[in-house]
């Protein structure tokens, strides 16, 4: 095997197991939300409830997590009968390398 071909094969297994690293991170993130969520809901009561969501983020491009915790979150409230009213976006905020958003879900 050439030099050129080690390299190559060598940063596709950083790569890759980079790549699996942040899927699990994500993975044990999704996990926390669905904790979180399950906690706080509130009696079905025919009442408005809210609830917040903050998600995190190394990449200004990874938009893919800020929609996986939602999608979770969505899935969790939907599941146990409430219905969906509205979602808000409250705020984006930058500090240092992460970025975090700020989401309230209205919920009956």
Same mark, same amino acid.
Not at 1 to 11: A, F, G, I, P, V
């Given at each position: %095997?050439?030099?050129?071909? /080690?390299?190559?094969?060598?940063?596709e297994?950083?790569?890759?197991? =980079? @790549?699996?690293?942040? @899927? *699990?991170?994500?993975?044990?993130?999704i996990?926390?939300?669905? =904790?979180?969520? =399950?906690?706080?809901?509130?009696?079905?009561?025919?009442?408005?409830?809210?609830?917040?969501?903050?998600?995190?983020? *190394?990449?200004?491009?990874?938009?893919?997590?800020?929609?996986?915790?939602?999608?979770? %979150?969505?899935?969790?409230?939907?599941?146990?009968?409430?219905?969906?009213?509205?979602?808000?976006? %409250?705020?984006v =905020?930058? /500090?240092?390398?992460?970025?975090?958003?700020? %989401?309230?879900?209205?919920?009956?």
């Open positions: %095997m050439s030099l050129k071909e /080690t390299w190559k094969k060598s940063n297994k950083v790569e890759r197991e =980079q @790549q699996e690293k942040k @899927q *699990k991170k994500n993975l044990e993130r996990e926390e939300i669905k =904790q979180e969520v =399950q906690r706080d809901l509130k009696p079905k009561d025919g009442k408005h409830h809210v609830t917040l969501i903050k998600s995190k983020s *190394k990449s200004l491009c990874d938009n893919n997590v800020h929609i996986s915790e939602l999608e979770c %979150m969505l899935e969790i409230i939907q599941s146990r009968g409430y219905e969906i009213v509205d979602i808000k976006v %409250m705020g =905020q930058w /500090t240092g390398s992460t970025i975090g958003a700020e %989401m309230i879900v209205v919920y009956k």
